[in-house]
């Protein structure tokens, strides 16, 4: 089969489109062909090497966290699942990812696909649907009503962020940058700030009850979000490598966010779909043997949006 790999850590040019053994799945496992994987900014810091602590890979290394395809095999003790089952989900950080015709999954890891959007597009849901979920359900606990700052909502998570914090009632100020402003506000946004022109502090003019922060912001812009939310508050911060400010005079939490793979999260994230409650952002379809350009591209920010990485005969 055909796949992209990288035999050692580095920039961009150390993956290779090339041959791979096609895998055999073992008990628990299905093989998936895949119809598509997408590119997460996660999959360049384990590339260059910067995630070897708490993400640590065997060489090569196939990447794409997200899976988009169809069960072509099943190994010992899979039950709910049968081959030609269409599938979605969000695989295991250290194991081989789904940049490649097929891979292995944990049949728990694994949710069926939506039918209301494309299999391939499909992949640009688990892995980011999941974090804006968690953030805002698991940590934050977002309630009718409540006022929430999601910063830095023009990328991948943010567009589902604002969809999720909209649909649970909440008043949604978003931060974004001019080339994905229209984008933010099409996913429900009551204010989108343009953070290039505008401070937080000025932009933010009543306190709120919830920051979502998903941008890697200087970090006295970080230490002074506390002063934004109410007493009583939580900021939920994805950008794990700076740590989650907290004010405990005030009572306002501060939650650093890993994602983690939950089939039953995935499962409802996909009904919402299904029913047209929450919709698929994809910027850019590229095939596969394009993604050592994607990355490379990626790592001169020239990447906006969801970016689905098509297997080939997809």
Known sequence: MKAVRFNEYGDPDVLRYEDAEQPVPG????RI????TSFNPVDASIRGGGMRGP????????PGLDVAGTIDALGEDVDGFEVGDEVIGFLPMTGDGAAA???LAPAEVLTPAPKNVPLADAAALPLVGLTAWQALYDQAKLADGQRVLVNGAGGAVGGYAVQLAKRAGAHVIATAGPRSAERVRAAGADEVVDHTATALSSAVTEPVDVVLNLAPVDPDQLAAMPALVRPGGVIVNTTVWMPAPTDEE?????VNLFVRSDAGQLSRLVDLVDSGELRVDVAERVPLAELPALHARAAAGEVSGKV???SPGA
């Open 308 to 310: 689905v990485v098509l």
């Open 33 to 36: 062909r895949v119809a598509a």
């Open 55 to 62: 993400i640590p890979v065997t060489l090569p290394h196939t």
């Open 27 to 30: 008990a628990g496992e299905v």
């Open 101 to 103: 015709e097929y891979v």
């Open 250 to 254: 005030r009572g306002v939490r501060g």
